[in-house]
């Protein structure tokens, strides 16, 4: 016999998702089509040693292994959390779905244990739901004020929303046990982000230089923080020595992108695509070597170019909505579509306030000739006091072309 | 530094850097072909993820080779089309496969499983798929498919691993039609809403004077106040109906069966305690709204072509209205006989409010705490 919420929940993708979908689909297919290689017909391969791909050595018909039982807690927290942990290393979205499928037995709970919901807060920001992060991570601090690793996960979500004064008080509550360097780094980079880059700067290469003590990771971390504090202050000299010592054992794929950013953003095309030669294909990698051999001339251009757009339609199609910040920078730096990047970079604001979310409203809207669109992101650097280079001039840019 | 984690993971125990492979989310992609009489289709899925599903690596050495995948293609074959389901809605095909190949997709290697169905897949089709939801929960399965001249595209996932699509008429008319049917045949299985009407039925043809509950005037005073509560019924459900399918508001569908079951304990049990007791239309019409949500979470589960969103809404709610037209057209002539006798408000009323309210209400636990409790509804 069928309950009515059986009936009603069997299949349920219905109107709610594919009309959207289909709209973005249409959208996204006919800008990005004419990109995209002619489909290459599947093949069956002649070659028994033909490999089709690598993976992980050792692991022969053992899946990764998968937790859907609810008794053991602890287990399926350890093999999320490495799960995101790798994610996070090869900026790999499919091993934060595998993190969320390990935690499944608790997932939909509206209030999971406390390891869970810190997980899962850590996911959602992962795939841009930073509301819902900071739903359960106000809920992890309201009953754990001194969660060090809540504390800075919501430190770090409310600077993307742009919530810097918000974030700066999570800094200050970072626990001591956590060593000083997680909250310097914090406080640093919100202090940046409201026009005090320089006492940030000041602040955290002292902590860096006071606590020699720290995990190789945490260094890493903070001194990535600082450089990116440098290139905002334009400072790019130290930034790149700063990159440079950051990267000394082995630099994980968003420290790799950000310093090949930095390489874009002083006009050094060339040395960022040096820099990801055989770095692997994320996404984010993938567009800065899009951008760079744009600039370059580089004549792999139009193959990763075709990549990237097959990439973005497969994302449309599926309702995956969380590349709007690098189809953004795509149309607006590679196909030299400052419109179709205007529409998606305004849209990205209204969710991601980094400044490098306020450069591409700004750059897409002085390419489309619609500086009145940049009125937000105006405000926004108004309101905060928001002085990064990366973004300063394109806002005197404006206010010059604005009446 | 724009990504978050970068500061979070300063506090977990790093790790080392695995091999370099691509990095995209992980979709599936199903292209289906249905003609009156069979189903085509190729099923493509990365190689990445078939081997975190069911291990392609079989020596272990970090390469996986056509060798390894093409000696144990037909049990790889098997097991994958085992996940998949496709066919007329609650009877899968039996799926065959042919040889496997392999392509590349978003700069990822993919095997791609061509299969064929003859089974008569004219009419509606149901899709659904297991694999690898439970192993990635943002594995999205992107399915186009193509029948009668008409291609549509849907997404499965780990929350919605079926789907429904409607015989594609290129007929509008029978498109239509089809959408009436649906929206009778709901009312006719949705047991929620017939005890609804007949609730609110059994209300409308006595009023309460002196405490008590006395039949309406007239036969024709019955008629009348029946007609004014179902009105206002069909006018609210209509409302929410068109709000949710359209997309102005959406609730949660567990939120929204419970809440109908709690219009029926309510409405029910207004007819024992009364607190309603003039213009019992504006509880119809209140709780109506409720019972349209409902409605709509059903049409959603059509899988409503994009352009036809509004005929279809209209024909789904047509068909609403003709099933409950019926419900009422069989009940009326006995409920007009009964409602005079005084036995009726007396006895048969309180007595079937009290069932009613106690039905409702094991419906409001079970969907409430997620449990089944009666065996219907």
């Known amino acids: 016999m069928t309950r009515p919420s059986d009936r009603l929940s069997r299949g349920r993708h219905g109107a709610h998702a594919t009309v959207p979908i289909a709209a973005a689909l249409a959208v996204s297919l006919t800008t990005l089509a004419g990109l995209m290689p002619a489909v290459a017909e599947p093949v069956r391969p002649d070659d028994d040693a033909l490999v089709l791909a690598t993976v992980p050595a050792g692991r022969a018909a053992a899946a990764l292994p998968v937790r859907r039982r609810s008794d053991d807690l602890a287990g399926a927290v350890a093999e999320a959390r490495a799960a995101i942990e790798a994610?996070?290393?090869?900026?790999?979205?499919?091993?934060?779905?595998?993190?969320?499928?390990?935690?499944?037995?608790?997932?939909?709970?509206?209030?999971?244990?406390?390891?869970?919901?810190?997980?899962?807060?850590?996911?959602?920001?992962?795939?841009?739901?930073?509301?819902?992060?900071?739903?359960?991570?106000?809920?992890?601090l309201a009953e754990t004020?001194?969660?060090?690793?809540?504390?800075?996960?919501?430190?770090?979500?409310?600077?993307?929303?742009?919530?810097?004064?918000?974030?700066?008080?999570?800094?200050r509550m970072i626990p001591p046990t956590a060593g000083p360097l997680p909250a310097a780094a914090c406080l640093a980079r919100a202090a940046a982000l409201t026009g005090r880059g320089a006492d940030g700067f000041a602040h955290l290469e002292?902590?860096?230089?006071?606590?020699?003590?720290?995990?190789?990771?945490?260094?890493?971390?903070?001194l990535a923080v600082l450089a990116d504090l440098a290139a905002g202050l334009g400072r790019d000299s130290d930034a790149d020595a700063l990159f440079s010592a950051a990267s000394e054992d082995g630099a994980d794929v968003p420290?790799?992108?950000?310093?090949?950013?930095?390489?874009?953003?002083?006009?050094?095309?060339?040395?960022?695509?040096?820099?990801?030669?055989?770095?692997?294909?994320?996404?984010?990698?993938?567009?800065?070597?899009?951008?760079?051999?744009?600039?370059?001339?580089?004549?792999?251009?139009?193959?990763?170019?075709?990549?990237?757009?097959?990439?973005?339609?497969?994302?449309?199609?599926?309702?995956?909505?969380?590349?709007?910040?690098?189809?953004?920078?795509?149309?607006?730096?590679?196909?030299?579509?400052?419109?179709?990047?205007?529409?998606?970079?305004?849209?990205?604001?209204?969710?991601?306030?980094?400044?490098?979310?306020?450069?591409?409203?700004?750059?897409?809207?002085?390419?489309a000739g619609r500086p009145d669109a940049a009125e937000p992101v105006l405000a926004f650097v108004t309101a905060t006091g928001l002085a990064d280079r990366r973004v300063l001039p394109l806002v005197a840019r404006i206010e010059g072309e604005t009446p | 530094m724009n990504r978050i984690?970068?500061?979070?993971?300063?506090?977990?125990?790093?790790?080392?850097?695995?091999?370099?492979?691509?990095?995209?989310?992980?979709?599936?992609?199903?292209?289906?072909?249905?003609?009156?009489?069979?189903?085509?289709?190729?099923?493509?899925?990365?190689?990445?993820?078939?081997?975190?599903?069911?291990?392609?690596?079989?020596?272990?050495?970090?390469?996986?080779?056509?060798?390894?995948?093409?000696?144990?293609?037909?049990?790889?074959?098997?097991?994958?089309?085992?996940?998949?389901?496709?066919?007329?809605?609650?009877?899968?095909?039996?799926?065959?496969?042919?040889?496997?190949?392999?392509?590349?997709?978003?700069?990822?290697?993919?095997?791609?499983?061509?299969?064929?169905?003859?089974?008569?897949?004219?009419?509606?089709l149901e899709i659904g798929s297991d694999l690898l939801f439970d192993i990635d929960a943002q594995h999205r399965l992107i399915a186009t498919v193509s029948s009668d001249g008409a291609t549509r595209n849907l997404v499965l996932t780990p929350a919605e691993r079926t789907a429904t699509l409607l015989a594609a008429g290129t007929d509008g008319f029978k498109l239509f039609l089809g959408f009436v049917v649906h929206g009778a045949h709901h009312i006719w299985i949705g047991y929620d809403h017939i005890l609804f009407v007949i609730t609110l039925m059994l209300g409308a043809v006595?009023?309460?004077?002196?405490?008590?509950?006395?039949?309406?005037?007239?036969?024709?005073?019955?008629?009348?106040?029946?007609?004014?509560?179902?009105?206002?019924?069909?006018?609210?459900?209509?409302?929410?109906?068109?709000?949710?399918?359209?997309?102005?508001?959406?609730?949660?569908?567990?939120?929204?069966?419970?809440?109908?079951?709690?219009?029926?304990?309510?409405?029910?049990?207004?007819?024992?305690?009364?607190?309603?007791?003039?213009?019992?239309?504006?509880?119809?019409?209140?709780?109506?709204?409720?019972?349209?949500?409902?409605?709509?979470?059903?049409?959603?589960?059509?899988?409503?072509?994009?352009?036809?969103?509004?005929?279809a809404l209209v024909a789904f709610n047509i068909g609403v209205e003709l099933g409950q037209l019926a419900i009422v057209a069989v009940l009326l002539p006995g409920l007009l006989l009964l409602a005079h006798r005084p036995l009726y408000a007396r006895t048969a009323l309180p007595v079937a409010a009290v069932m009613i309210a106690a039905i409702g209400t094991a419906w409001f636990v079970g969907r409430a705490l997620d449990v089944e409790i009666l065996p219907i509804g």
């Open chain 1, 87 to 140: 994610g996070r290393t090869l900026s790999d979205p499919r091993l934060y779905g595998r993190a969320e499928a390990m935690l499944s037995p608790w997932w939909a709970e509206p209030e999971p244990p406390r390891e869970v919901r810190v997980l899962r807060a850590v996911i959602r920001q992962a795939r841009h739901d930073f509301d819902g992060a900071v739903t359960d991570l106000d809920a992890v």
């Open chain 1, 145 to 171: 004020p001194r969660d060090g690793q809540a504390r800075l996960t919501r430190a770090f979500v409310l600077m993307v929303r742009g919530e810097a004064a918000a974030a700066a008080a999570d800094c």
């Open chain 1, 206 to 222: 002292r902590a860096l230089a006071l606590d020699a003590g720290a995990s190789p990771a945490t260094r890493r971390f903070a």
């Open chain 1, 255 to 367: 420290l790799l992108a950000a310093r090949a950013e930095h390489l874009l953003a002083t006009s050094r095309p060339a040395e960022a695509l040096a820099l990801l030669e055989d770095a692997g294909d994320a996404d984010t990698l993938l567009l800065v070597r899009a951008v760079a051999a744009k600039r370059t001339g580089d004549p792999r251009l139009d193959a990763w170019a075709a990549l990237l757009a097959e990439r973005f339609a497969a994302a449309a199609a599926a309702g995956v909505g969380v590349h709007r910040r690098e189809e953004a920078r795509f149309r607006l730096e590679v196909l030299d579509d400052a419109t179709g990047a205007l529409a998606l970079a305004l849209d990205n604001w209204a969710t991601q306030k980094e400044p490098v979310d306020a450069r591409l409203v700004l750059a897409a809207a002085v390419g």
């Open chain 2, 5 to 124: 984690l970068l500061a979070v993971l300063a506090l977990l125990a790093p790790l080392a850097a695995a091999p370099a492979a691509a990095h995209t989310q992980s979709y599936g992609f199903l292209t289906v072909t249905t003609t009156a009489d069979a189903i085509d289709g190729t099923l493509a899925l990365a190689v990445r993820d078939l081997d975190a599903a069911v291990g392609l690596d079989t020596d272990a050495d970090g390469s996986i080779t056509w060798g390894e995948v093409r000696g144990r293609e037909a049990a790889l074959a098997e097991t994958v089309l085992s996940g998949l389901r496709l066919g007329p809605p609650g009877e899968p095909c039996a799926l065959v496969p042919a040889p496997l190949m392999t392509d590349t997709r978003g700069g990822e290697p993919y095997l791609v499983l061509p299969f064929r169905a003859d089974c008569a897949a004219g009419g509606d």
């Open chain 2, 206 to 311: 006595v009023e309460r004077r002196g405490g008590r509950w006395v039949p309406v005037g007239s036969g024709r005073d019955a008629l009348i106040a029946i007609c004014k509560v179902v009105t206002a019924f069909t006018v609210a459900h209509s409302v929410t109906l068109a709000l949710a399918a359209l997309g102005v508001v959406r609730l949660p569908s567990v939120l929204i069966e419970t809440a109908i079951a709690a219009t029926i304990t309510l409405a029910a049990l207004n007819l024992v305690f009364p607190v309603v007791t003039r213009r019992l239309w504006l509880l119809a019409f209140g709780f109506g709204l409720i019972h349209g949500f409902g409605f709509a979470n059903v049409l959603a589960d059509l899988n409503l072509p994009a352009t036809n969103l509004v005929n």
